[in-house]
């Protein structure tokens, strides 16, 4: 019997979808270690022992340092990012993916070569600082583009190929502004509150 929500400690995980509500340092903490929280997703193993990985948002900060990490495990990773980076334990790969086109054709991409994708990591965002009457309608809609839609097109994309395959990862990086809102970052705190609410429905659909 599958179980809607489980902590799972092992260095044997397979088949899980991962959905991240909260802390950054968190997913760190687990890839780190090869600790899963989330809801089984299917119970058959992947086809293969090297694991295809693909992160979002892979030119700095956590994405790099998470497809870093993913490559020095073993993992065959692709770095998705708007500029290349050089990096000899992942493969980067420029896509912004705003762009419906460049980021489906970039993931087909991968697909035709790897045969699989077992590992999607959503960390591409943005955020921006002011107050709520000054950042305009413009601003408010490119967060929620990145943030929200662009991780939710990422899903869709993988979904089909990691049924097909017998299983699969996503984490889907969110922010503590989703459970505490900041002042002057309306906008960010509320595109994360929908990863989140995204993230648990999208956990109890393919559980």
């Not at 948002?57 to 020095?72: D, H, K, P, R, Y």
């Not at 990591?121 to 709520?132: D, T």
């Amino acid at each position: 019997m599958i179980k809607n929500v489980y902590i799972y400690f092992s260095k044997n995980v397979y088949t899980d979808i991962f959905a991240l509500a909260s802390s950054t340092l968190f997913l760190l903490f687990c890839l780190d270690r090869d600790l899963t929280f989330g809801v089984k997703f299917c119970h058959n193993k992947f086809m293969t022992n090297t694991k295809v990985a693909v992160v979002t948002g892979a030119s700095s900060g956590i994405g790099f340092a998470v497809a870093n990490l993913l490559g020095q495990n073993g993992y065959k990773v692709y770095g998705l990012s708007r500029r290349e980076v050089k990096n000899q334990n992942f493969e980067s790969l420029i896509c912004d993916i705003t762009d419906q086109e460049m980021a489906k054709s970039t993931l087909d991409m991968i697909l035709q070569k790897e045969g699989k994708i077992d590992v999607l990591i959503n960390n591409a965002g943005r955020g921006m600082s002011g107050a709520f009457e000054s950042i305009g309608l413009q601003n408010r809609r490119a967060e929620f583009e990145l943030n929200y839609f662009a991780l939710t097109n990422m899903c869709e994309y993988v979904l089909p190929s990691m049924r097909q395959n017998g299983g699969g990862r996503i984490v889907n990086i969110s922010s503590l502004a989703a459970v505490f809102p900041i002042p002057y970052q309306s906008g960010y705190s509320a595109s994360k509150f929908a990863v989140n609410g995204f993230s648990m429905a999208l956990r109890n659909e393919v559980k």
